[in-house]
């Protein structure tokens, strides 16, 4: 089946310091990339939804400028935590909807989640 | 964008009991109702769904119903075992957007 991954799956920085997590669709082709952010005991949060060669688009609440997503390719979208702060230390999760489908089906492909800590 | 409620938060069954989930959902152009379950740590991974043509599906000792005229569905799991102890997630798609119910923590006591 489709598979997803991220990297890295664990990262711990100092507050202010920027991290990159990358979701990669390692068999299929993805248009869009949906990014979320889970804390413990709670439901997946949508971020924001990340389409190919196009801007993202945040849920509100979430900033922008805060959570960089970049979509640059069918296979690769990326989420850069900039000057991290305590309170970002969370668990990120991304997904990716295959291209061929044109409808939804079973085609959230969950990647294994990356655990920041910042302190 | 779409409102999604799920209850209850946490439910604890005794092994070989029924648990049931159920989501109500506001976005009447939904069409597609999946249910996934997330294992402490691990990826949400898809368990059962439903399309808006149907009123019930079933895989072995899960099930999940659908009432569209009153926006809710509801996941059946029955014959619970341990191994069913897990947070269950329903969602509710609607145009390029995906979100999660709020999760209910299943507990099957041995």
């Known amino acids: 089946g489709a598979v997803v991954s991220q990297h890295p799956s664990w990262v711990i920085c100092k507050s202010g310091t920027s991290v990159k997590i990358e979701c990669r669709s390692l068999d299929f082709q993805a248009t869009t990339m949906f990014w979320y952010r889970q804390f413990p005991k709670q439901s997946l949060m949508l971020m924001a939804t990340s389409n190919e060669g196009s801007k993202a688009t945040y849920e509100q609440g979430v900033e922008k400028d805060k959570f960089l997503i970049n979509h640059a390719s069918l296979t690769l979208s990326t989420l850069t935590v900039t000057s991290a702060h305590p309170e970002d230390s969370s668990f990120y999760i991304c997904?990716?909807?295959?291209?061929?489908?044109?409808?939804?089906?079973?085609?959230?492909?969950f990647g294994p989640g990356t655990r920041l800590t910042v302190l | 964008g779409e409102n999604v409620e799920q209850h209850p938060s946490t439910l604890s069954v005794q092994e070989g009991d029924s648990a049931v989930i159920k989501c109500t959902y506001s976005?009447?152009?939904?069409?597609?109702f999946p249910w996934y379950k997330q294992e402490l740590g691990k990826r949400p991974q898809l368990i059962i769904d439903?399309?808006?043509?149907?009123g019930e599906k079933k895989d072995q000792r899960i099930a999940v119903t659908l009432n569209k005229t009153a926006k809710h569905f509801s996941l059946h799991i029955t014959e619970t075992q341990p191994e069913d102890s897990a947070v269950y997630f329903c969602?509710?798609?609607?145009?390029?957007?995906?979100?999660f119910g709020t999760g209910t923590s299943l507990t099957v006591i041995p």
């Open positions: 997904s990716a909807r295959a291209t061929t489908e044109v409808v939804w089906t079973d085609t959230q492909y």
């Open positions: 976005d009447s152009a939904s069409n597609y």
């Open positions: 439903i399309r808006s043509n149907v």
């Open positions: 969602a509710a798609p609607t145009g390029n957007q995906f979100y």
